[in-house]
């Protein structure tokens, strides 16, 4: 099964690809530290490194966090973690991993999944180790051979609660076990010195203690291969029992998955979270339904056939869809009924299942309870020959149960317990085949409560989603409270009934038309003069504003920008966003590009990579100096690390870790030839020919062998720091290259003439409500027009610069440009990225990209670089666009003439 990782799933690997090779050079705790992908907290602060004061030596080595909330897929990213943590940190071909699953459930799953060959999540180890990878519980890890761990990665998956000594199979881990024994034949005594002694129960006992044992048991094998650990649910694992587990495992690293990373407090140390994902990147990767529509019914009756109703609406939509998509999509509804009590009249799963088969006529096949007694949910729910629509449960559903197909939660119990809350909406969220739907109605989904519940059963629903890795400002976005809502479809009141609803118009209609409107229109409608802008504002207190009445209402009006004004105000009512790209607007940046005939589009985006003005490795130097290749610096590691008190330890780790690598290295290559072969499989460089990169290759072992006069024996075990250096002097190659072709195609005139296209844009993503602001402007000014719902933060100078683009009245609307991924609009530079601050869409249909520069950088080389490309973007548009560099002293002036019509 082929998958391909979202945008957010490789930047997060990729963050912890940089950070781990960081950690191996600088230390866990330096490494991190320096490291920009932390997310900012409320004061804007980084949090540094925090280690476990229990546990001192976890300082040392990686013990990191991954932020990914629920339905983002945690454990594919998980999977490929393995294979870049043993690349990145370990230098080594194989690793014995430890994988913690939360429960016994997930760690059937886990390894169902892992063993199958066929499981994006097999195939992302395959693609590692090569097809090297052996997949263990911890049963069958007792037996595990020395043969095993040394040809293959080893994932032994288990619970954290398995390796407790109070537990049967936690003592079986620590004690002596004849089936070990060819593990610790023949050891090093840096290898012995590793391993723990324990009483006869398996306790450890104290360095120096009296009565104590090495035993031959799995936990000592774990000690022995420094394990990387790996770590599901990791809110989990916090405890200090937890830490005293993780612990006698003598781990090389620890990398934590959660969608809710436990937070430092003054008594507690928290997770150190190295990179976090939010909701609105979920979002907009086609992962998660949104938003959730909560809709309040007058009694359990009424919430119960409105659901049935909304399942049926969305099956016929579904049904529609698969015809364009080919996508099979069942709908399925999920029931909260009520527990049995004593002497009480309840809704229990059994009685809410008579109710729909005899009173709602559901056929019995097509209905699951899922209680604590019952257990008849589908091991394949996704088949087509699989003819579940109805789930009942009371708290919870089978964990690892995970069906996207569950489109609607229907409750007609106490929607307030927030475990149970957090765990059914969990299944809802996730969005069928990651793909988003062309019916709109098909990427939502729907939550159906009693009256006396609705506004415990709004506030449970956003405290759940904040459980399940959401922030705070998108629970609040992602759940539309639509009231009494309308039959069983998808509206709803927004609003309370009365409450006025205003969106800005241009012009005021005639009296005349106002009064050929149908009476229930015209008695809701009115229209006011802001005060602050002086705009005319149309304001409707009627509550919903159904289909029928709003196109009566947009009839009135003859301009396209007050018929959209009656949309919105539409929408305000169905509690739907309003933002421009909710309502679609294209958004589309034209792109530097050179011509290419081979392009359907007769132009190619401009890569200073991918010019014609080509590099080669045959022309490059390929001699390592010392400065790149010293085998006398750090001998086991090659780490810098300043050894002071607080590097102390990470040196003595990276030191142990190397020597254990090498003591297991059986797999190396055996000549120099192997080992140019074997520098040949690990480098990548895309922009070289197989004969150019192996004679590149060549060369750099042949200067080091006879120049240097380091015979292979003493580059072999120093071979992943031959990789890094070897790497690092392509990269510098790479970067020389780029320079001259960047000034050579843009400002040289040579090879194709770069200009900026209309054939290649950028398009900002549309049919959003939020985008993934990695956090969100808080400031005191009012932005208005912003191409998202949502506005990403800026220092109270851009707010200013903002402003002033927002209101100016020939912008149409903006968008705070992000720094990566999908919602990022990009200028080249010769080595990196160039992102303007601003993007604006002139109401001519001309884009202005707009970057702000306090006045200490505003003349700076990075300035000067910025400014030159942008203005030769705009210079080459053929007056499509227009860009400025502003600081503080010329702001208010240059915006004004450069928005101007």
Known sequence: MNYTLKGYQSDCLKVLDGYLRLAREKGAKAAFNASDSRPLDALKRRSEYAVIPSWPESEAFPYVCLRVPTGGGKTIIAAHAVGVATKAYLQAERAMVLWLAPSNTIVEQTLKALRNRRHPYRTALDEAFKGCVTVLSTEEALSVKPGTLDADTTIVVATMQTFRVTAKEGRLVYRGNGELMDHFANLAPAQQALLEQTDADGNPVAEGGVGGTFAKSLANVFRLRMPLVIVDEAHNARSDLSYDTLRRFNPSGIIEFTATPAAHTRTKVGSNVLFSVSASE???????????????????????????????????????????????????????????SEGEDRITPDVLKAWLIKDYHVNEDEVAIRTGEKDQLPEEPLLRSCPLKFVITVNALREGWDCPFAYVLCSVANLSAKGAVEQLLGRVLRLPYAKAKQTDALNEAYAYVTSKEFGAAAASIKDALVESGFERYEAEAAVSDEGRGSGGGSGGAGPLFGEPVAEVVTTKPSEKAIAALPKDVREALSFQTRADTKETEIVWTGGLLTTKQADALA???????????????????????????????????????????????????????????????????????????????????????????????????????????????????????????????????????????????????????????????????????????????????????????????????????????????????????????????????????????????????????????????????????????????????????????????????????????????????????????????????????????????????????????
């Not at 659901?307 to 069942?330: F, H, N, P, Q, V």
């Not at 780029?738 to 050579?744: D, E, F, R, S, V």
């Open 282 to 340: 979920l979002k907009a990767a086609q992962m998660i339904k949104m938003p959730i529509r909560l809709v309040e019914r007058g009694n359990p009756h009424e919430a119960i056939s409105s659901a049935i109703t909304k399942r049926e609406e969305l099956e016929r939509l579904a049904a529609d869809e698969e015809k364009t998509s080919g996508e099979y999509i069942r709908p399925i509804v999920l029931f909260q009924a009520q527990s049995k």
């Open 555 to 901: 009839a009135v009006f003859e301009k396209p920008e007050d018929r959209r004004a009656v949309a919105k105000v539409r929408n305000k009512t169905e509690g739907r966003p309003t933002n421009p790209a909710y309502f679609g607007d294209p958004f589309n940046i034209p792109q530097l590009a050179v011509a290419d005939s081979a392009s359907p589009k007769g132009w190619t985006l401009f890569d200073p990579t991918d010019a014609d003005i080509a590099w080669t490795l045959d022309e490059c130097d390929a001699a390592l100096g010392e400065d790149a290749l010293d085998p006398a610096k750090t001998t086991a590691t090659g780490a810098t690390i300043d050894v002071k008190a607080e590097g102390k330890l990470a040196v003595e780790l990276l030191t142990r870790l190397a020597e254990q690598m090498q003591l297991r290295d059986l797999r190396g290559p055996k000549t120099p030839e192997a080992f140019v072969d074997w520098l040949d499989a690990e480098l990548k460089v895309p922009e070289a020919t197989q004969p150019q990169k192996r004679a590149f290759l060549d060369r750099v072992f042949a200067h080091l062998i006879a120049k240097r006069g380091l015979p292979f024996e003493t580059l072999l075990p120093l071979r992943w720091r031959l990789v890094a250096a070897i790497d690092h002097r392509i990269q510098l190659h790479r970067i020389r290259a780029q320079h001259a072709t960047y000034q050579a195609v843009l400002f040289g005139r040579q090879g194709p003439a770069a200009e900026s296209r209309p054939e290649v844009v950028f398009e900002f993503p549309r049919k959003l409500g939020l985008y993934p602001a990695p956090r969100n402007y808080d400031g005191d000014l009012l932005l208005r027009k912003h191409y998202y719902a949502n506005i990403g933060a800026m220092e109270p100078e851009e707010a200013r610069c903002a402003a002033l683009i927002a209101d100016h009245p020939n912008v149409a609307y903006w968008v705070r440009n992000l720094t990566s991924g999908a919602f990022a609009f990009r200028l080249p530079l010769a080595d990196r990225g160039f992102y303007p601050d601003f993007v604006a869409m002139l109401r001519d249909g001309q884009v202005v990209a707009v970057e702000y520069k306090g006045e200490v950088y505003r003349t700076n080389d990075d300035s000067k670089e910025k400014e030159l490309i942008g203005n030769l973007w705009a210079a080459r548009s053929a007056g499509r666009c227009r860009f400025a560099l502003v600081g503080s002293a010329d702001m208010q002036k240059r915006l004004g003439d450069l928005l101007a019509p």
